[in-house]
């Protein structure tokens, strides 16, 4: 059995003032135990929300790290190991925003993906296709190299230890959410091509939905036998809603 995990990919967002709040409603929530779910503030707020949250069973991530895991000369960036040293459990890797407006490539993600787990955290790897890809029906070509570009470097058992979302760009904000059965088609592809090489591994695996997740629509598509769970975004900023969609994980 795959414990379901919902992640909130807080963004850009937030102040300290907003962030306190943030925090003081996802005390407030009845967090079901049988699910896995953390929180990515930016690396601002990653202190503030570890402190505010002890006690609670949500874990804190990052959105992103340098290619290399190890301190150093890189104005503005955060090493993977200096995540870790602040307390952060997971990494998010390859968003499509940081791979469409910031240019990030399948090699960046590769190295990335590798850092994370070199410092002992989970990489979150999200993959997903453009609405110009899955309209020339490109969807499984898409996800299936992005996929590709880590096994082919890192091998297949390195999802042992790593978190996979299918976030289709189209449905990334938009209001637009794949249809359960969309996503599903997706799901059971990734999993069906991690077990071309483990089948171990692709049965193991939490691979979560993204793009336009909530409360009225998670329950739906946590249905779906292999979606584990979800990366929110708009919706963990408030969180009454998050704390919905964790409890629709749940039942
Ligand atoms: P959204 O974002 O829930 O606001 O669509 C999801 C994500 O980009 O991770």
Redesign the pocket.
């Known amino acids: 059995m795959r414990r379901p995990l919902v992640a909130g990919?807080w963004k850009m967002h937030g102040t300290r003032a907003s962030v306190a709040e943030l925090i003081n409603g996802l005390r407030k929530q009845v967090l079901p135990v049988s699910v896995e779910i953390a929180v990515f503030p930016t690396c601002l707020h990653v202190a503030q929300v570890l402190d505010g949250l002890q006690g609670v069973h949500v874990e804190v991530g990052a959105q992103d790290c340098a290619v290399d895991p190890v301190q150093g000369a890189l104005t503005g960036e955060i090493a993977a190991s200096q995540l870790q040293d602040a307390g952060c459990a997971m990494v998010l890797v390859g968003?499509s925003?940081r791979r469409l407006l910031l240019g990030e490539t399948d090699a960046d993600v590769v190295r990335k993906f590798a850092a994370v787990q070199s410092c002992g955290l989970i990489p979150l790897l999200c993959v997903g296709e453009t609405l110009e890809q899955r309209e020339a029906g490109k969807t499984l070509a898409v996800v299936g190299a992005q996929l590709a570009s880590v096994i082919d470097v890192l091998g297949v058992d390195v999802f042992a230890r790593a978190v996979i979302a299918y976030?289709p760009v189209w449905?990334?904000?938009?209001g637009l959410t794949a249809s359960p059965e969309q996503a599903q088609q997706v799901h059971a592809a990734i999993r069906a091509q991690l077990a071309v090489q483990s089948v171990e591994v692709a049965c193991a695996v939490r691979v979560l939905y993204?793009?336009?997740?909530k409360a009225a629509n998670a329950a739906e598509l946590f249905g779906m036998p292999d979606i584990d769970g979800g990366?929110?975004?708009?919706?963990s900023l408030n969180a009454d809603e998050f704390g919905a969609i964790c409890r629709a994980a749940g039942s």
């Open positions: 990919n968003h925003e976030e449905a990334i904000g938009s993204g793009g336009s997740v990366l929110v975004g708009g919706a």
